[in-house]
């Protein structure tokens, strides 16, 4: 064959590829152009808007809110699309959601999101449930090494080579009325957002990996994700690590009375009182409004409303016994050197897995997890659903010696037989 006749063939190919891959962008952009966009201000509007989503396979959803003055976030504005049809739905013009609330919480209708538990928290506010079943997008591109807590924005550009405005990200959602930029810029979130599904599903099923996610998605579902005790606020307060003793049954007592004034008055906690204040508090344990005046941060105001239910709470909780007093388990234990070593040994045997699974360390798990398995524990997340099939046995197999890291021909691999 001559050099020429070499050529052709190859040319062709590369022609039929190029074809190929302006008819995908071509049929992309024509979705785009062609999908019915709607903006529902009235129930009679959301009632027509239903009866064309009712039988949907999959709904991709989005929320817009603000919370920067209340304790629960202020519903503002919800995102829906089905692939065909896309609309932006105003809970603040619209009374009468029970049209679009039968359609979210049918059990038949996969509901997506991207990182959805501040949306799944509205809907639990409002309505007492979850809706289910569910599809995050933010836990699908973790599991499938395209990076960890990824945005939304960066993840339609990694996966569907797309840009999305951002202008918009600071909008005060609850002012009317919405210009055009602004639908615009919340209709994208699930425009893109049912394609991200469509495309992120395909990859888990091509890698057998689609029932994996199901644990991190009944986690989004629970109500107790949404509905925590108040007594166990404590746990999220900075600057607990510094307290200790009947100072943590302290700092329970006002952190959950802080949570219940915030609750009842829906106001912002920091509102009520800031943390490093309620930390102070449990620190120095004040006996008298005096005394309290000398803790930095507390406002005079709330000493003279709150200041003797604020000394009481701290009587009664450093008159707990001993065994009522919570413990942080969550403080790091301080390991032996023995026991770094094995950290540091697990920490490597986590990036060989993570490299075999295409996967990075950190979506499994991070080094202070591997210190409390290192430490005996078990109840962590790396112990559950997936993570536990691709890192966690391997990791307790190794600790308990049946498992070898081993070095051969430049290469690391685990080893039941350590050799």
Request: aromatic residues 8%; neutral net charge.
């Amino acid at each position: 064959m001559s050099e020429t006749g070499s050529i052709i063939p190859f040319a062709r190919k590369q022609t039929n590829r190029w074809r190929c891959f302006v008819m995908l962008v071509a049929t992309f952009c024509q979705q785009k152009l062609t999908m019915q966009e709607n903006h529902i201000q009235t129930e009679a509007q959301l009632l027509e808007f239903c009866n064309l989503i009712r039988n949907s396979e999959w709904l991709a959803l989005d929320t817009e809110f603000v919370r920067e003055k209340t304790y629960y976030p202020q519903f503002c504005l919800l995102q829906i699309s089905n692939g065909a049809l896309a609309a932006t739905i105003d809970p603040i013009q619209i009374e009468d959601l029970s049209s679009l609330l039968e359609i979210l919480y049918d059990t038949n209708i996969v509901k997506v999101f991207h990182s959805g538990r501040q949306d799944l928290e509205i809907f639990y506010n409002l309505w007492g449930k979850v809706p289910t079943p569910l599809f995050d997008t933010q836990l699908a591109a973790s599991l499938l090494g395209l990076g960890d807590q990824v945005g939304y924005g960066n993840l339609v550009e990694l996966v569907l080579s797309h840009t999305l405005e951002k202008g918009h990200s600071r909008t005060d959602w609850s002012r009317r009325p919405l210009d055009d930029a602004q639908l615009r810029y919340a209709l994208d979130d699930v425009i893109y957002l049912g394609d991200l599904y469509v495309e992120l599903k395909r990859r888990l099923q091509e890698q057998r990996r689609e029932h994996w996610l199901q644990d991190d998605f009944d986690q989004l579902a629970n109500p107790l994700t949404y509905d925590p005790d108040p007594k166990d606020a404590w746990k999220r307060i900075k600057g607990r690590q510094r307290l200790k003793g009947v100072q943590l049954a302290v700092l329970q007592s006002l952190t959950a009375w802080r949570e219940q004034v915030a609750q009842q008055s829906n106001r912002p906690k920091r509102w009520i009182l800031k943390d490093e204040v309620l930390a102070d508090l449990a620190k120095h344990q004040p006996n008298t409004t005096e005394q309290m005046e000398k803790i930095r941060g507390l406002e005079p105001g709330t000493i003279r409303k709150q200041g003797d239910a604020l000394l009481k709470l701290i009587a009664e909780a450093k008159g707990l016994p001993k065994g009522l007093w919570p413990v942080d388990k969550k403080r790091a234990a301080k390991l032996t050197t023995q026991q770094e070593a094995m950290t540091d040994l697990l920490f490597c045997a986590l990036r060989l897995l993570a490299e075999q699974n295409q996967i990075t360390p950190a979506a499994i798990t991070s080094r202070k997890e591997l210190e409390a398995l290192v430490s005996g524990e078990r109840d962590l997340e790396l112990m559950h659903g997936w993570r536990r099939v691709i890192a966690g046995n391997a990791l307790v197999q190794i600790l308990d010696g049946t498992l070898w890291p081993v070095y051969e021909q430049g290469q690391i691999r685990l080893d039941p037989h350590g050799s």
